[in-house]
Every structure is written in C-alpha cells, then in structure tokens.
C-alpha cells in the first residue's frame, strides 16, 4: 500500500472536537451520500476535522453522515495509539472485490456509543477511491482495515452496523442498555 498523505494532523484528543456527531435515531444518518465532485481545499479540510472529530472520541474509523455531512468521505486509523501510522482519507470509495471468505468479528460506533455486537463481512475488499489529494488509489485490505473500511462505507449508503447483527436478542439487550430504540434498526439483506 504506496498512500502519501497530505493531511497532517495530531492524534491528540481534544475537549472540543470541531464536528458534533450524529446518534441512532437521528435520520440525518440514513440518507445516502452524493459523491464528492471535485477535491479542494474544502474537502481537504472537512477530512482534517474529520480526523480531529475520530481521534477525539476514540474512534478508529468515521464518515461523513456521522457528522452530518452528506458526502462521500471517510477516514480511517486502524492503529490510532501508533503517531508514525498515517490515517487513510477516502473520497468516493467502492469496493471492486471481496473475498468470497467471511468473517465474524465485534463491531462499535461512535454514533452508537457503548454498544458492540457481532458483525459478519467478507474477510478481504478491493478498495478504489482518491485521496485527499483527489488523486486515484486502490488497495488491498484484510482483517480490521477490511472490516473498517465496510462499516464507514455502510454509512455513506445509510446503513449502520445495527442493520446487520443477525442475533436479534443480543441486539435489542445491547440497543436497552446503551439507550437506544430497536425501532431505529433497518435491517438489510
């Protein structure tokens, strides 16, 4: 994976992350994302605060609904303790493959907080997108990159990890216990 990165940015939390997020429930974050047109400046910097956003939280991975903004953009820091690991900013990704292999593993979200559940998705994606520099890249991710990149991808089309848990009594004790509905699930195929 050859990505430079054009967005330098501290892995510090801040007491006031620059973008709110948006919680289960709120419908802002299941309308599907319109792709990014043109990368600029702006983009550039609504990735940058995305990123102050993610490490401020403790997250590992955010898109762009999750902060109310309906475009096609995420970020990712699968190793987010590590400074000399660079983040990976998405712009209009999509999955050209995946492993015909599955797996099983726990997922969270930062617009579900406290709750994690079991999530099965191909064990390994083919991504293309353009950095933030709106240049193209591809790459090859398995494992946790894979998994992440998955679920912030669901939320460009509206999707949350929630709409995916098939274990159904899991679901709604975890949902009670964080504080939400299982009426604001929508379950996909």
Excluded at 15 to 30: F, I
Excluded at 133 to 153: F, S, T, W, Y
Aim: glycine letters at 6%.
């Amino acid at each position: 994976m050859n990505l430079t990165v054009g967005i330098s940015v501290s892995k510090e939390k801040l007491k006031k992350p620059p973008l709110e997020l948006h919680y289960l429930g709120d419908r802002v974050l299941r309308k599907a994302t319109k792709r990014v047109a043109k990368v600029d400046d702006g983009i550039r910097e609504l990735a940058h605060k995305m990123l102050q956003t993610m490490y401020s939280e403790d997250g590992i991975g955010l898109a762009a609904p999750q902060v109310g903004v309906h475009k096609q953009i995420l970020v990712v820091d699968t190793d987010p303790e590590e400074a000399a690991n660079q983040p990976l900013v998405m712009i209009n990704p999509k999955i050209i493959r995946h492993s015909k292999e599955m797996a099983c593993g726990q997922e969270g979200c930062l617009s579900i907080p406290n709750v994690f559940l079991d999530v099965i998705r191909p064990a390994a994606i083919e991504v293309r997108f353009k950095d933030e520099n709106g240049r193209p890249q591809k790459i090859q991710a398995d494992d946790l990159l894979a998994r992440v990149i998955q679920h912030e991808m669901d939320h460009l089309n509206g999707v949350m990890f929630v709409d995916r848990v098939e274990n159904a009594i899991a679901l709604a004790q975890e949902l009670q216990k964080g504080g939400f509905s299982a009426n604001d699930v929508k379950k996909v195929a």
